[in-house]
């Protein structure tokens, strides 16, 4: 389907609940709340939800605290935002799968299962990317407050414009969003620089103790309840961590390893291009993007450390 074609079924709507997926980010939050605002200008009653706790620092935005954890089982449709597989919405994908109402799949991520009766997934930087662009199909111009939640996704999941998935049209995009009162500013820090103590200590002590492997071609950091608990941290302060390890000069590929509960850990992959990241992820039933994607891996930190160090070694190329 064509993106004019999804957004003129989107118009025809009277209600809808938006699902975001779980452990939530910029781009899903974001993507899900503008376009939660864009229906609702043309008459459409929407919720939007989450089966995870909403992260304090997206909090800058209006109307985050309103996302629920319950969809509505008398909306007309569902629709599933920036979430590559119908697992990827958690405790409520079960809700989502069984729904005998329209589902809509809007995406970004090539890893994506075209789940869903209505389907649009493209290689864009971010869901909100697609956004602006179905923006351009409802009536009107987006406002100050819709332009904001898309920029948050463009901004967080493009490293604030300074990743390899950055193209013409994603500052396009941008542009458009600044010129209907985006305030990049406040995204960009609330973003980027803004951090606890907590976080701050956090940080350094895991990046103090960075594994290297093939000859510094490969980084490893890991986070455990443990240390998060002693930091006085909470485990969504990590997002973000994976960029430093990629800084480093030399490593071609990083990874995070976040434990969720015993022996289980969340991975985030990065990728300056040696290796595809998504076909690395996707071993472990994961995927994403090739230079940046994620999984889920059971083991002791050890065992989980040299599986994914492994895998890596396959996919790196000389």
Known sequence: MTLKEIAELL?????????????????????AMGLKSMMEKSGAACKVVCESMIPSKFFFLEGMESIGKEADENSQAYIAVDSSETHRL??????????KKPKFNIDHHISNSRYGD???VEDRAATCEIMTELSSYFEGEPDAKTANYLMLGLSSDTGNFAHKNVTESTFLAAAKLVAHGAD??????NMFKKQSAARALL????MSNIRYFADGRIAFISVTREQIRAAGATSDVTEGFIDFPLSVDGVEVAACLLETADNRFKISLRSKGAADVNAIASVYGGGGHILASGCMISGCLEEVVDKLRYTILQHLSE
Do not use: N, W
């Open 203 to 206: 940080f350094g002590r895991t």
């Open 11 to 31: 118009k025809k709507l009277k209600s809808a609940t938006i699902f975001c997926h779980m452990r939530p980010d910029g781009d899903t939050l974001g993507a």
């Open 118 to 120: 209505y389907v649009y």
């Open 184 to 189: 990049i500013h406040a995204v960009q820090y």
């Open 90 to 99: 958690g405790a409520l994908c079960e809700v989502f799968e069984r729904a």
